[in-house]
C-alpha cells in the first residue's frame, strides 16, 4: 500500500496537538514561522537552534527534510531586512518550512518541563504560579516532591542529560524535599519557585544576581545550561509527530544542533 503524502499543514495540525500555540506567552513567536502549508513533505529535522551547521546538515540528507521544526524561533521579532547571510532567507529561497513549538511546548502537557520534572524523578508534579514577565494561564514551570539529596539530584541530572558538569549553588549534602523545573532561562520563574516554598530550583541557565536571590531566599539552583535543558525533549516531540502523520519515518534529530557553550 502506497503511503499518503503529507502536507506542510498535516504537521502543523499535528504540531498543535502536540504544543497548542494558544499556550504561548504572548510575546513568543511560535507556529509555522514561514512555508507554503500546501507544499509536500520530505521530512522533518528537529532542533533546538536552526544554525548554520543545522542548514548544512540538511542539506546532506536525502531527500533534504523540507520542514524544520526549530523549538527557538528563528525568526523572533519583527524583521525590516533579509540577507543571504540569514539562515531564514536561504531556507524561504529553498522553499523550506520552518515551525516553532517554544512556549507553547514549555506548557503544554507533557512537554519539555513536565519531561524535566520526570528526568529530575519528581512526584506530585503541579504546574508552578506564574512568575514575573510570563503570562500563560497555564504556566511553564512545574514543581514536585523529591527525596535524597542535592548532590543525589545533580548525579541523576548528569546521568540522564549526559552532560559532565551542573553549575550548583548550595551544600551537596543539604537535604531536597520540594524541587520547582523551568527549562532554558528560567529567572522569570524563580520568585514563583520561591513563593511555593521549593527548597532547589532546577534551570537551564541564571542571570547572576538571580542566583545570589536565590541563595538570599535559601533556594538552592542548578543550571544545566541554556539548550541542554531543552534538547533531551525534542525525541519525545519528534516521536509524537511521527506517530500523528499518516506517513511514518519523516521524522529526524539533528546532530549538528548543539549548545553553543561547551562546558569544559
Known sequence: ???????????VAAMQQIAPVELAETWDNVGLLFGDPADAVTGVLFCIDYTPAVEAERMTIS???????AYHPVIFQAVKKFAASDVAYRAMRAGVAVYSP????DAAAGGVNDLL???CGLTDVVRLGLGMG???ALGAARIGRAAGTVGEL???IKSRLGVGMVLASG??????QRVAVCAGSGGAMLPGAIAAGADVFVTGE???HDVLAANAAGIRTLAVLHSVSERFSLEVMATRLDGLLASRGLTRLSKADIEPQAMG
Open 63 to 69: 531527500p533534504a527534510p523540507s520542514v524544520v521544526v
Open 1 to 11: 500500500m502506497a503511503m499518503k503524502q503529507v502536507a506542510v499543514r498535516d504537521v
Open 117 to 119: 520534572a520526570d528526568l
Open 171 to 176: 551544600e551537596m549534602d543539604s537535604p531536597v
Open 206 to 208: 541564571l542571570r547572576h
Open 134 to 136: 510570563m503570562s500563560s
Open 154 to 156: 545533580v548525579a541523576r
Open 102 to 105: 517554544h512556549t507553547a511546548w
